[in-house]
């Protein structure tokens, strides 16, 4: 089975493949306080619920990270417990999609296993839209070239700034109101969140595709996708797992 962990600055998403298929998937917050032995027990701790363990069922293991000093536990936690160098997404590493940016190398491994994965699933030309710390737009060309995009502000960390500098206004839980117009304080902030980021997506997507000629397929994915997305026009598809599916596609490419 391959083990593929993509590691973003909130959370931290663990998937399990058996052949093409994800047999099993967990998420978690990032702490990079954890040490490689803190991970092994963890990640050993999950595959254990479904009887799976390190030493009988691991093969191989595949990783994109945009928190460095995670990278590198993930790194000596696969050394050490593996006994096998895993497979990191950088610069070098092959994944079939050309960069057409100007500086390739900034290029978060994030957004490019995000468009990786929605060119080979959905085709193209394309627009991955990424729900996570930040809104990231990840465009991709029909040709499978990864073009570049947009990044706006995240949903929650955008709550909770608004939270931190409003003296009246509390933390609240990120779902559509009953009714868009809010009749208190707290539906009336998530009315302003949940309508106001899928306008945000829209009005992006629109002129994303207005660049690619009109037409573009759209996919959303990210741990906080859930409570947006019904409420986008522009979106096609919805794949929880899509970053993860991407990681799959680099481990058959580099083995």
Known sequence: M???????????????????ELAQHWRVNTD??????ELALLFQGFMAFENLSFSRNVHGVV??????????R???????????????VEPGTRTGMAIRMDNPREVGAD?????????????GPGIVVDFGTATSFDVYSGKGEFIGGAIA?????????????????????????RSPIGRSTVEAMQS????????????????????????AVVIATGGLAD?????????????PWLTLKGLRIVWDRNT
Do not use: W
Request: proline fraction near 6%.
């Open 2 to 20: 391959l083990l593929a962990v993509e590691v973003g600055n909130s959370q931290t998403v663990i998937g399990v493949f058996n052949g093409d």
């Open 32 to 37: 990079s306080r954890r040490t490689a032995d």
């Open 63 to 72: 990783i994109s990270s945009v928190v460095p000093v995670m990278t590198e």
């Open 74 to 88: 993930l790194r000596e936690m696969t050394t050490r417990y593996f006994h096998f160098p895993p497979i990191v």
């Open 111 to 123: 957004r490019l296993v995000n468009a990786l994965a929605g060119y080979c699933g959905y085709g």
């Open 153 to 177: 502000p995240g949903v929650v960390s955008s709550m909770e700034a608004l939270s931190a500098r409003g003296a009246q206004l509390p933390t609240v839980e990120l779902r559509p109101p």
């Open 192 to 215: 302003g969140a949940v309508y106001g980021f899928a306008g945000q997506v829209d009005r992006i997507v629109e002129e994303l595709t207005g660049e690619l000629g009109g037409h």
């Open 227 to 239: 409570a947006i997305v019904e409420q986008c026009r522009r979106i096609d598809h919805h794949d």
